[in-house]
Structure formats: structure tokens, C-alpha cells
């Protein structure tokens, strides 16, 4: 659903994203999937019902070929939560993915954020 909501919003690697009530990340990760090339079809990001994010590789050829493709000097994705502990498995999520060119994560209230 947020990969869906992202191609409704026409949201592409030339805009920066702000999630500032991310929780377990899902339109941050989904959206760091899309601005690294990196196929939906090869990586599942599931958001579980205890909050926590991780990545099943379910065909690693397939995951590495968009690595392979992705672009340097990424525009960043900008996550934020008020919850301590969600922004820390986000961004344990984030590095163990190797996304952190992509997100940045960091623990703050949405209110803080000046557009």
C-alpha cells in the first residue's frame, strides 16, 4: 500500500521525502527501494505488529542488480519519530539494509520540522 501510495503521489527520486511520523518506516523504506532502483519484487520490507521493520531477500540476484544500478548522491529521505525505540529499529533496519544513503533517521516531534 505505501509503494502504491508513492506512485499516486508521483514521488521520484528528484524530491526529497519527509515521513515525520514514520513509525516502523514503511513509506521510508518503500520510497528508499524506489530512489535506489532496487525491484519491489526482490525485497519484502514488512512492518510487523510489535512496530519492528526488517528485510527478507526473497531473490538476492535480483535486490543486488538494483544496488548495482542505484545513483550516487542520493536525495534524502527524511524519517522522524517521536518514539525513541521506533526510531531505533528503523535506523538498525535502514543500516542493515545498506539504505543509509537513502534515510536519514532521526528521533523528533513532526511539529519541530519548519518547512
Same mark, same amino acid.
Given at each position: 500500500?505505501? @509503494?502504491? @501510495?508513492?506512485?499516486?503521489?508521483? +514521488?521520484?527520486?528528484? *524530491?526529497?521525502?519527509?515521513? !515525520? ?8 523504506? /518503500? ?7 532496487? !525491484? $519491489?519484487?526482490? &525485497?519484502?520490507?514488512? !512492518?510487523? *505488529?510489535?512496530?519492528?521493520? +526488517?528485510? &527478507?531477500?526473497?531473490? %538476492?540476484?535480483?535486490? *543486488?542488480?538494483? $544496488?548495482?544500478?542505484?545513483? !550516487?548522491?542520493?536525495? %534524502? ?7 525513541? /525505540?521506533?526510531? $531505533?529499529?528503523?535506523? /538498525? ?16 516531534? +513532526? ?5
Amino acid at each position: 500500500m505505501a @509503494a502504491a @501510495a508513492l506512485m499516486r503521489a508521483d +514521488f521520484s527520486s528528484a *524530491q526529497v521525502l519527509l515521513d !515525520p511520523m514514520c513509525g516502523a518506516g514503511t513509506f521510508s523504506l /518503500e520510497a528508499a527501494l524506489m530512489v535506489k532502483n532496487i !525491484p $519491489r519484487a526482490g &525485497t519484502e520490507i514488512l !512492518p510487523l *505488529q510489535t512496530g519492528r521493520a +526488517f528485510v &527478507t531477500t526473497l531473490e %538476492p540476484h535480483t535486490a *543486488q542488480a538494483g $544496488r548495482a544500478d542505484s545513483k !550516487p548522491g542520493l536525495p %534524502p529521505i527524511l524519517a522522524s519519530d517521536i518514539d525513541p /525505540e521506533a526510531c $531505533r529499529r528503523l535506523d /538498525e533496519c535502514v543500516r542493515r539494509c545498506s539504505l543509509s544513503d537513502a534515510v536519514s533517521v532521526a528521533c523528533r516531534i +513532526f511539529s519541530s520540522w519548519i518547512p
